[in-house]
C-alpha cells in the first residue's frame, strides 16, 4: 500500500514535471537551443499567480475558482515575457555556437533571479486554496484535493499545447520552422516571429505550470534550475520533439522520484534520476519516443 501511495504521488506530481517539460522540448525542437532561464519561467508564473491572489483578496489564498481564474493572466503574461526575451536576446545568438546560446540564457536565468529577489525577497511563499476538506481517500490512499486539481491543470496544459501545434495554422507553422527553417520561410513563413511566438508559447505553459506548483510547494526566487535540470532529463527520456513522451517522461520521472524519497531518502531523488538518464542514453539514445528533432511537436 505503500508502494501505491508514493506511485500516486508521483504521478500526480509528474504531470507538472511533464506541463514544464514540453515547454522546453518545443524550444530544443523548434528554436534549436537549450534554454537554461526555462526554469525561471516557472518561477515567475508561480509568483504572479500569488501576486494576483494577493491583490484580489489580501493573502494568497482564495478559493479554487478564484486560482483558477488567475491562470489565463498567468498565461498571457509570461507568453508576453518570453516572446519580448527572444525578440531582444535570444534571437541574436540563434544559429551561432551552442556554448554562446548557453551562456545567454544561463545569463538570462541568473538576471531574472537576482530582479526576483530584489523585488520579492528570498522568503520562500505559498498559494493557499481554500478546501473544507483538503485530502480524499480512495481505495485506502490519501490523495489531496489540490494536487489533483493540478494534476489536471497540468495535463490540459499539455493537451491544448498538443492539439494547437496540431490543428492551428501558427502550430503548422511552429511546425515548419522546426523542420525546415529555410523551406519554410520561402513559403512566406515569418521564421524570427514563429520562433519568437514558440517561445512565448514554451514560457506561458511554464508559467501555467508554475501557478500550479505554487499550490502544492513553496515558491523562491532560486527554484528556476531544479525545473530546468528536471525538463531536461524528462526530454531526453521521452526523446527530443515529442509532446506523448515528455508526459511519458514527466509522469516517469514524477514516480521515480517519490519511490526514492519514500523507500531511501529524499536527498537521492536527483542522483537516481540523473543515473537513469545516463543507462538510458546509453540503451536508448534518441529516448523513448524520439525520432530525431522532427518527430511530433
Do not use: C
Amino acid at each position: 500500500m505503500a508502494i501505491a501511495q508514493f506511485v500516486v504521488n508521483g504521478l500526480l506530481v509528474g504531470a507538472l514535471f511533464a506541463a514544464v517539460a514540453v515547454g522546453f522540448a518545443l524550444i530544443w525542437g523548434v528554436v534549436d537551443i537549450i534554454n537554461l532561464a526555462h526554469g525561471e519561467m516557472v518561477m515567475l508564473g508561480g509568483y504572479t499567480a500569488y501576486w494576483l491572489l494577493s491583490i484580489a483578496t489580501g493573502t494568497a489564498e482564495g478559493s479554487v475558482l478564484l486560482f483558477l481564474a488567475t491562470i489565463p493572466v498567468v498565461v498571457g503574461v509570461l507568453f508576453v515575457v518570453g516572446y519580448v526575451l527572444q525578440r531582444t536576446l535570444v534571437s541574436r545568438v540563434i544559429g551561432t555556437d551552442i556554448f554562446l546560446t548557453l551562456l545567454v540564457t544561463f545569463g538570462i536565468s541568473i538576471a531574472i533571479q537576482q530582479l526576483a529577489i530584489q523585488a520579492w525577497t528570498a522568503n520562500p511563499r505559498s498559494i493557499q486554496v481554500a478546501f473544507a476538506d483538503p485530502s480524499m481517500v480512495v481505495g485506502g490512499l490519501v490523495v489531496p484535493k489540490m494536487k489533483v486539481v493540478a494534476f489536471a491543470g497540468a495535463i490540459v496544459l499539455t493537451a491544448i499545447l498538443y492539439l494547437f501545434l496540431q490543428r492551428t495554422r501558427t502550430g503548422r507553422a511552429i511546425r515548419a520552422v522546426s523542420q525546415n527553417p529555410e523551406a519554410a520561410a520561402l513559403v512566406g513563413i515569418d521564421v524570427e516571429h514563429t520562433r519568437a511566438v514558440t517561445f512565448g508559447i514554451s514560457s506561458a505553459v511554464a508559467g501555467g505550470a508554475g501557478a500550479f506548483i505554487a499550490t502544492i510547494l513553496n515558491i523562491q526566487p532560486q527554484m528556476g534550475l531544479i525545473y530546468t535540470l528536471k525538463s531536461f532529463v524528462i526530454v531526453v527520456f521521452g526523446g527530443v520533439g515529442s509532446i506523448p513522451g515528455a508526459l511519458t517522461g514527466g509522469l516517469l520521472l514524477g514516480v521515480v522520484e517519490e519511490l526514492t524519497a519514500g523507500l531511501v531518502s529524499s536527498q537521492w531523488t536527483l542522483a537516481v534520476s540523473f543515473t537513469l538518464l545516463i543507462v538510458l542514453l546509453v540503451v536508448k539514445p534518441k529516448g523513448l519516443f524520439g525520432t530525431g528533432a522532427d518527430n511530433e511537436h
